[in-house]
């Protein structure tokens, strides 16, 4: 069975995607991913998440924040909606 996803949700789905997977580990598109790490300093974690988003057509990152246990989680505009991304880092 499929199941059918909103465009808002899918676009969130490949933002958590893109800011998860490791840069230069995806095959047949190199750029793809961050290289985010947890212990970097909050603007080198925006302008990196920015870089891992800017090929969904939308999506922009508008600010970071560091929590606990390797959790960071991004504020995003998709298409002039808000919503969030939540990832955990080593």
Known sequence: ??????????LLRDAAIALTVPRGGFYPDKNFGSAIK??????????????????????????VERRDGGLVVFNLSVNDTKG??????D
């Not at 499929?2 to 465009?7: A, D, E, F």
């Open 1 to 10: 069975m499929i199941s059918k996803i909103n465009y808002l949700d899918g």
């Open 38 to 63: 947890y212990t970097e300093p909050l603007p080198l974690t925006l302008v990196r998440a920015r870089q891992a988003v800017e090929h969904l057509d939308g999506v922009y990152v508008k600010s």
């Open 84 to 89: 969030e991304v939540q990832a955990k880092y």
